[in-house]
């Protein structure tokens, strides 16, 4: 059984910093591309975050150099360090895993609220 959970979401002020960790079961964690994605009221889920097996990473132009994703193959974790945060931030967060052609998991989420 494929479990994604993810953790350290919480309320924070504007220009705070925030550290979220997904812990991943079930797969080979390691062959897997992983993100983070948001999701805000009314709006689309969007990706605020990726890495590779590779450790290739990629960032929209609203997170970069804000944001900083990271993992950890013997902890099959992922991480999102969310820096200089902005009420616009204020979403719930998913992790992601993912592999060309196979089915792709997700977590359950996690809320960040950025508000004084």
């Known amino acids: 059984q494929v479990q994604l959970v993810e953790s350290g979401g919480g309320l924070v002020q504007p220009g705070g910093s925030l550290r979220l960790s997904c812990a991943t079961s079930?797969?080979?964690?390691?062959?897997?591309?992983m993100g983070w994605y948001r999701q805000a009221p009314g709006k689309q889920r969007e990706l605020v975050a990726h890495?590779?097996?590779?450790?290739?990473?990629n960032y929209p132009d609203s997170v970069k150099g804000r944001f900083t994703i990271s993992r950890d193959n013997a902890k099959k974790t992922i991480y999102l360090q969310m820096n200089s945060l902005k009420p616009e931030d204020t979403a719930v967060y998913y992790c992601?895993?993912?592999?060309?052609?196979?089915?792709?998991?997700w977590g359950q989420g996690t809320q960040v609220t950025v508000s004084s």
């Open positions: 992601n895993a993912r592999r060309p052609g196979r089915t792709e998991y």
């Open positions: 079930g797969i080979i964690f390691s062959i897997y591309d």
């Open positions: 890495i590779t097996s590779g450790l290739t990473t």
